[in-house]
Structure formats: C-alpha cells, structure tokens
C-alpha cells in the first residue's frame, strides 16, 4: 500500500474541542492526549501538529546532539505557540555508559556472532570488534532544555532526580515521568514531578524502568491495572496519565472513568502523515491484523522493548544471548540496522509497536488523531460531568 503524505481528506472546518482534566490544566493544553517524545518519529512537525490541536506534543531528544536539540525545540516554536514538551531516557546505563574496556571480550564477541549471522544478506562483512563508546549526550541536553526554557520535560526510562526537577522547575518548565510501577510513581512524586504517565504492558518501544530489569520481570503490569496501582499510590496530588495500547477516544473515556486524568500515545502517532516513521513501518502498522504479534525484545538496542515480531527478534531470543550495556548494543550493530533500513529489509529494522496496533486502521493526520479522541470520548462520555471531567466546548 503506497503511503501518500497528502491528507486523505478535506476538513471544511475545524472543530475545536476541549476536555478539561487535572491533566490539562497542570500543562496549560486543553485536550488531555499527550504524544510520547519516540526518536526517529517525533519531530517539530508531529509535535507542532499535536499541540496545534491542543494536546501536548513532545520532541524526541535521545542521542541527539545539543545543537541538534536546540534546533529542534527552535523549530518547534516556529510552527506553535502552544505548549510542548522534549523528552529524554534517563535509563542509568545511558546517563553513564559503562566502559567499553570493562565488558568482557566473549560478551561482545557472542553478540557479534549473531549479528554476524544477517550481515551476509547486505553483503557486510563479519565482525568481532568492540564498539566505540557513545558520546555523552544526556547532560548536554538537558543543558539546552533548561537554557530553552522548555514548557515540560518528560522524563522517562529513568527517574529525574530531586535536583533536576528543581532545575526545571526555576525556569519554570513542567516536569513529566513515565513510570511502569507503583513504587517508581511514588518515587517520582516525592521528587516533585507535575505528572506522572503509567506505561503499561501493552506499550509500543521500551519499558519504563531505570535500570535493565530480568527477562522474567520485563513484561510489567497491564495498563488497567497500573492505573489503579499508581492512582492509589499518587492520590489527588498529582494527574495521572495511562500510556499503553491506547489508541482512541473509548480508550481514552475508559481511562478518564478509571480516575486518570489522560493519556500518552505511542504508536498511534507513528501511523500519522507528520511523523518521521519511513512508509514501510507505517504500511506495516496499517498491515498488523489479529494474527500480528508483537514481542518484547532487547535484540536491537540492547533494552527491553516492545516491537513488531521478525525472524531477527526470533532468531536472538533462541541465541540466549546477553546484549551489551546501555545503548552499546545499538551502536555495534548499527552497520546491519542501516543498511537494513536502507534497502527495506522488514526483518531487521526495530518496528516498534503496542499490543493495540491492530486497531490502527487509517493513516490521518496528527490533528484528526487529537480532535476525534477527545470528541469520541465526549460522546462516550456523554454527561456533562464524570469522575471530575468538566466536558466543554471551545468553538
Ligand atoms: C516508535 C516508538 C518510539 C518510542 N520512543 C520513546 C522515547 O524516545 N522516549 C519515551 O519516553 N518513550 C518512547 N516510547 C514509548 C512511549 O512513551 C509510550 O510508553 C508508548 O508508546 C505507549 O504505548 P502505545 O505505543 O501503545 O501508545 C516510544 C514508543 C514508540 C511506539
């Protein structure tokens, strides 16, 4: 199916509409859908798009350089005046990747091996080398962000300590964490975070933990049910948004009902006509039927996430082997994720995607993913006032 990045349509008005929330009120948007910071598909265009309509749109800053943060947030406000958020992993092992010097020689050798195994079919040659070690980005960032005055920051695979939020805070930036249990939300509120997103199972990319959990631990609690352990954890003194498999206005009803203030949304957004997704992925959202599985993998960053099944995923989950630390992993196979992506190799390319991508249908644009959530959840909601969700209009 060939993606045309043209509108499928004409909207002969625009229809704003508002769904006031603890949510949007603590971000100064008025409708409660925040669209997640993903690297590599949430440029200026996708989040100016977002919080265009309203909701929030969130920069994806991971492994960017700080030239290229600033310029991004600048562009961004370029295309809204709306509030907007940047977002980076503060996952331990990428704010300070251990050395490469200190992994043992068979480690990075077994996961060359492997490797070794799909280079052949872009004629890349075999390799058993170390990988170089990252440049340290995460600080240089955040050094923008707060230098930008940046209206949020959202945190997540990691806490912000008590420190950077403060930091933030006197700039007078909001402050977002994604978290995927109970503990780690109430950890993050005793920091002084604004708000905290639940990422439940179901979610597209990686897990939101600090640190590289056991596989055993990795596939964390469903959506529904983290709501309510975070919900009770948090109570009243912060909102709480649900992140994972939500991908329209019921689901974000359901959520709303549930006591949650709002939602975040991954893969969605990917299947949007402004995000930086290449076409193949977005076909093969569009594509995943009920029989499309998606599986939680560390096969091609080295950290837990949840993307579409291919014979590469499958083929390391039966190699048993260990990845390397932090985002070391990525960068000693970037050479086969490359020119796999160049060429359109399917198999070797991270798609991530939630559990609930089967019911991502159409490709639309960003605004018409905001605007008919909040209607549909209006409808659904269809009471002027449920569980403290004031439901008003704003034509
Ligand atoms: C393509 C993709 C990239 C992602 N990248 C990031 C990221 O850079 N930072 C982050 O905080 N979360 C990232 N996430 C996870 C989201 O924050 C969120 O938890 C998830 O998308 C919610 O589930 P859903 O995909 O079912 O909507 C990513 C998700 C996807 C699908």
Redesign the pocket.
């Known amino acids: 199916m060939p993606i045309d990045s043209a509108r499928g349509h004409v909207l002969g008005f625009v229809v704003v509409t508002r769904l006031s929330t603890t949510l949007t009120d603590a971000l100064a948007i008025d409708a409660p859908i925040l669209q997640?910071?993903?690297?590599g598909?949430a440029g200026p265009d996708l989040v100016a798009a977002v919080s265009n309509a309203r909701g929030l749109g969130i920069l994806?800053a991971?492994r960017l350089p700080p030239d290229q943060v600033r310029a991004g947030i600048r562009r961004v406000r370029e295309l809204t005046d709306r509030p907007f958020g940047v977002?980076l992993?503060l996952h331990d092992d990428v704010v300070h990747e251990p050395p490469v010097a200190d992994i043992p020689v068979d480690s990075i050798r077994s996961v060359q091996r492997v490797l070794n195994e799909f280079r052949p079919r872009h004629d890349l040659p075999s390799r058993l080398d170390s990988p170089p070690p990252s440049p340290d980005l995460v600080a240089a960032a955040l050094e923008v962000m707060i230098e930008e005055r940046i209206p949020v920051f959202?945190a997540?695979?990691g806490l912000p300590d008590h420190e950077l939020v403060d930091r933030f805070h006197r700039v007078g930036s909001s402050v977002v964490a994604?978290v995927a249990s109970g503990p780690d939300a109430a950890e993050v509120v005793d920091r002084g975070v604004d708000v905290v997103?639940a990422?439940g199972a179901?979610?597209?990319?990686?897990r939101?933990f600090g640190q590289k959990l056991e596989r055993g631990m990795v596939e964390g609690t469903t959506v529904d049910a983290l709501l309510i352990e975070v919900l009770d954890v948090v109570g009243a003194r912060v909102p709480v948004a649900a992140?994972?498999?939500?991908?329209d206005g019921h689901d974000l009803a359901g959520v709303l009902v549930a006591g949650g203030a709002g939602v975040?949304?991954?893969?969605?957004f990917?299947a949007t006509f402004e995000s930086m997704?290449s076409d193949l992925w977005k076909q093969r959202l569009l594509a995943a039927g009920p029989t499309t599985s998606t599986t939680i993998t560390d096969a091609f960053t080295g950290q837990w996430a949840r993307v579409l099944g291919t014979d590469f995923t499958e083929r390391w989950t039966a190699a048993d082997v260990r990845p390397l630390p932090g985002l070391l992993h990525a960068t000693m196979g970037a050479d086969l994720f490359a020119a796999a992506k160049r060429s359109g190799d399917d198999q070797l390319q991270p798609f991530?995607?939630?559990?609930?991508v089967e019911r991502i249908t159409a490709l639309c644009g960003a605004d018409e993913v905001v605007h008919s959530m909040v209607d549909v959840a209006r409808s659904a909601l269809s009471a002027r006032r449920v569980g403290g969700t004031e439901v008003t209009d704003l034509r």
Not at 202 to 206: I, L, M, R, W, Y
Not at 264 to 268: K, N, V
């Open positions: 997640s910071g993903m690297g598909v994806a991971l977002n992993w959202s997540a695979i994604m997103v990422q179901e979610a597209g990319g990686h939101s992140a994972g498999g939500i991908v975040l949304l991954g893969t969605r990917v997704a991530y995607a939630g559990t609930a």
